[in-house]
């Protein structure tokens, strides 16, 4: 989505610039859509050289937990203030008129820094996993020296609300690119009855749970198989996990795909699954839905502001009596009937088209942008 928000702006003819939180692979911005912009996305990366800039309001306010007296606590302190210094000190190299913060970590505390040292607006984009795993203690800090909060879902904005964010919350659910997500009517589903999982396999995301519900779908659709397109550090235990529920011939671990992939597997899918714990917006969903995709997922967070319950997909509340075994009926009705899958992919589409278009997301943006830009300079 950083990407897609990128490439967006600078379609409108905005300069964007990218200064990355952790390390990473410059050519991972370059490719795909980014790739035939002239001149070419300006990106830096952490160089390993720790700056002081700012480092009175780093110190007190990197890392998301009071250190306490601990000595190992401490020094843990002192690093994180560090890699937040040397951030603020390369975001105030750059010329900006507006700075957009993606996350509400220590990065957000790199961007206060720098926008209060330069007195330019900022807007902090809160995206779920951050005010769940957070909220940062230095939230309201933050929150004091930027222009805006920007969440995905009315239930985000109610939640960071209750966190004490004074800002102004808007509300945009990013959207996605239809032009790349669309039924494909001439790409074959696949023949056996066919799941597909797009997430992290990490926290939060509930794999396990997946893997017991989709074992009970097994025991009466014997053919039926589970693609888990992701990487991450559950990977190994999950594979474990499978061979002992007696469904490892029947999931396949996909890893990490590029989203031409990701878009292959879900053209073959018969329908999208995934059972968060916690989820602020649901992109793969958006994505999944305008592919044509019915999908079955938990009633939670910003989940039911995506997957209409009944109409492109079924939800499960998961405080009712044995829910697993509800998701795993809801699953197989959909993997049997092809009538009902037909028809909650059609909606699915319609619901895709008419409220996940990017464009319409990059046209709220760049007007919050320009109406922050003219608030500072008036």
């Not at 396999?201 to 989709?214: D, E, M, P, S």
């Amino acid at each position: 989505f950083v990407v897609n928000e990128i490439w967006g702006m600078r379609s409108k003819g905005h300069e964007v610039a990218v200064e990355a939180r952790v390390p990473g692979d410059q050519a991972a911005w370059e490719a795909g859509r980014l790739k035939d912009f002239v001149p070419p996305l300006s990106v830096g990366y952490p160089r390993g050289k720790a700056g002081l800039y700012g480092i009175r309001d780093a110190l007190p306010r990197s890392s998301s937990v009071f250190p306490g007296r601990r000595p190992k606590a401490l020094v843990k302190q002192v690093r994180a203030a560090l890699r937040v210094s040397e951030l603020a000190s390369r975001i105030a190299r750059r010329e900006w008129d507006v700075l957009i913060n993606h996350f509400g970590y220590d990065n957000a505390v790199s961007s206060a820094i720098a926008a209060r040292r330069l007195g330019r607006p900022f807007l902090l984009w809160m995206h779920g996993s951050d005010f769940y795993t957070v909220p940062h203690r230095s939230l309201r800090w933050i929150d004091a020296h930027c222009a805006g909060v920007v969440v995905t879902t009315a239930y985000a904005q109610d939640y960071v609300r209750g966190l004490g964010v004074k800002s102004p919350i808007l509300q945009s659910n990013l959207g996605i690119d239809l032009d790349f997500f669309q039924p494909a009517p001439d790409v074959a589903k696949e023949e056996r009855p066919t799941l597909v999982t797009v997430a992290r396999l990490g926290h939060n995301k509930a794999h396990r749970t997946l893997l017991r519900v989709f074992a009970q779908v097994v025991e009466t659709e014997s053919a039926a198989q589970l693609w888990l397109i992701g990487d991450g550090p559950y990977w190994r235990g999950l594979e474990e996990y499978a061979r002992q529920l007696g469904v490892a011939d029947n999931v396949v671990f996909c890893g990490k795909l590029p989203r031409e992939g990701v878009r292959d597997r879900l053209q073959r899918a018969w329908i999208k699954v995934l059972f968060s714990e916690k989820e602020g917006l649901g992109l793969a969903f958006m994505e999944a839905m305008a592919m044509g995709l019915p999908c079955v997922a938990s009633k939670i967070g910003g989940i039911p502001e995506v997957v209409v319950d009944g109409e492109t997909g079924f939800l499960v509340d998961w405080t009712k009596q044995e829910p697993e075994k509800f998701g795993a009926e809801r699953i197989l009705s959909l993997l049997r009937d092809e009538r009902l899958r037909a028809q909650l992919a059609s909606k699915a589409v319609r619901e895709a088209q008419e409220r996940f278009d990017e464009r319409a997301h990059i046209e709220r943006l760049e007007g919050l942008v320009r109406s922050i830009v003219q608030d500072h300079k008036g």
